[in-house]
């Protein structure tokens, strides 16, 4: 199949993967899109596949990769990559060598160069690749999005925004271990959000100042680091990520010459997925009101109502490029640019 495939058939979809990331991010929203159809879920975990036959039971389940491979170019459109990193690159090239369109996990390299030789690939050969930022479709960066957009922050001055919580010792198995080379640590893993966040809102960099710190003893990578952005717009960026914060600090807090926007907590369709809740139930998305952020000046605040989160439009611009040849819904020479910045942080710090 091609980058536009033919309007009346399904988007037969293979998952690799069914972690957090394949479960939870992943095959919630391709079973629930009715252009998708899930067609194979690749997992050796026993558990793990008494999961995916459970909530995915027409879906073939197979232990690897390679067993995926074997017959993917007959019975498959689409490859979805949810496994660690290390792996993102050498799983896209097999699937575009099979002539399969890709989605591609974030961080969708560990580094610029076999980033790029993948872009490059995908367009050679006429196929889509794209990579899930899902975080574009978080509620609350919808609705600073919205605030920009509409001028009612005035100049926006700096952005803080941080990915924090409090657990040492409990990562995933593959986490506990991955260094910086192999896609490990937090700047890798959340900072891929929040480096795409801010160059999404403020565009490109002209300066970079971190702090990449390992705080656990004997920790692989970095568990505690810090990012300060200069934008050629002007505006200043500065992102935590930390593993190991006993105090949370705000999610965003941006500083306008009229007015400043502050939210606390995490967007809630993760927590929603993680207990088993679906993309088709009522009121997916939606922040309760007691959760809003805050809009104005001190002595002026008024809660801005957060607009729902949508991780579902990524899903369906994927649908959109393969079938009515629209855009792809991240165009993957932005998480391009944010590889390039993460290793200039990790080659600066190192």
């Not at 074997?70 to 090239?93: E, F, K």
């Not at 593993?243 to 705000?250: F, R, S, V, Y």
């Not at 611009?317 to 855009?327: F, T, Y």
């Not at 391009?336 to 080659?347: A, G, P, T």
């Amino acid at each position: 199949m091609t980058h536009e495939q033919n309007r009346t058939s399904a988007i037969r979809t293979g998952i690799i993967g069914y972690g957090l990331s394949g479960r939870v991010f992943h095959a919630p929203f391709v079973a629930a899109h009715p252009e998708f159809a899930l067609d194979t879920i690749v997992t050796a975990d026993a558990g793990r596949r008494g999961q995916a036959a459970a909530q995915h039971p027409s879906a073939r389940l197979v232990n690897t990769a390679d067993d995926l491979m074997m017959d993917a170019a007959s019975r498959l459109d689409l490859i979805v990559i949810a496994s660690p990193p290390a792996t993102h690159v050498p799983l896209a090239h097999a699937a575009l060598d099979a002539g399969l369109n890709v989605v591609i996990d974030k961080p969708f390299a560990v580094t610029a160069a076999d980033g790029r030789e993948l872009i490059e690939k995908a367009e050679r050969l006429g196929l889509m690749l794209t990579v899930f930022q899902n975080r574009r479709w978080d509620g609350d960066f919808l609705t600073l999005q919205a605030l920009i957009a509409a001028d009612r922050l005035g100049e926006v001055r700096r952005f803080e925004s941080r990915f924090e919580w409090f657990k040492p010792g409990q990562g995933k198995a593959w986490k506990a271990v991955a260094t910086p080379r192999e896609g490990g640590g937090v700047l890798y893993d959340l900072g891929a959000h929040l480096l795409d966040q801010a160059l999404v809102l403020f565009g490109p960099v002209e300066d970079v100042y971190a702090e990449v710190l390992t705080r656990q003893p004997g920790g692989p990578a970095d568990d505690d680091t810090f990012v300060a952005l200069r934008h050629a717009s002007g505006v200043h960026s500065h992102l935590w990520m930390n593993g190991l914060t006993g105090q949370k600090g705000p999610r965003f807090r941006v500083l306008g010459s009229e007015a400043a926007y502050t939210t606390w907590g995490l967007d809630t369709q993760e927590p929603v997925l993680k207990l088993g809740g679906l993309p088709t139930d009522p009121g997916f998305g939606e922040v309760p009101e007691g959760r809003w952020g805050q809009l104005g000046l001190d002595g002026a605040l008024a809660p801005e109502p957060t607009l729902p989160g949508d991780y579902a439009a990524f899903y369906a611009g994927v649908a959109d490029a393969l079938l009515r040849g629209e855009p792809v819904p991240v165009d993957p020479y932005d998480p391009l640019r944010v590889i390039d910045l993460i290793e200039r942080i990790h080659e600066s710090t190192r």
